[in-house]
Nanobody, 123 residues
Framework: VQLQASGGGLVQAGGSLRLSCAAS????????VAWFRQAPGKEREFVAA???????TYLESVKGRFTIFRDNAKNTVYLQMNRLNPEDTAVYYC??????????????????WGQGTQVTVSS
């Protein structure tokens, strides 16, 4: 499967963005899909994941602000980001894997990656 991330941009603190991760190939609805982010000088960190059943999990600092959801008819997973703050500034990557079990938080557990989309939040 190939992933295409989009939707990043420049937004003021308190604003919103919706990221999209569009996939090619069939059976994407059975994949676990996650969003990671990487800020300059920092390691890549887990943000959110959704499994084939629609179950989701989030980084503590984005709970209540970010929502991950999927539209299987469009082969797309979204990350709705509200109440953005400057600490959310990073390149955001979507990633996918075929299995739902195990940890969602390790980037090494994902086989497929999109190219990243820049999110910049100004204060």
């Amino acid at each position: 499967v190939q992933l295409q991330a989009s939707g990043g941009g420049l937004v003021q603190a308190g604003g919103s963005l919706r990221l999209s991760c569009a996939a090619s190939g069939r059976s994407f609805s059975t994949y676990t899909v996650a969003w990671f982010r990487q800020a300059p000088g920092k390691e890549r960190e887990f943000v959110a994941a959704i499994n084939r059943s629609g179950g989701s999990t989030y980084l503590e600092s984005v709970k209540g602000r970010f929502t991950i959801f999927r539209d299987n008819a469009k082969n797309t997973v979204y990350l709705q980001m509200n109440r953005l703050n400057p600490e959310d500034t990073a390149v955001y990557y979507c990633a996918a894997r075929t299995y739902s079990s195990g940890s969602y938080y390790r980037s090494s557990d994902y086989d497929h990656w999109g190219q990243g989309t820049q999110v910049t939040v100004s204060s």
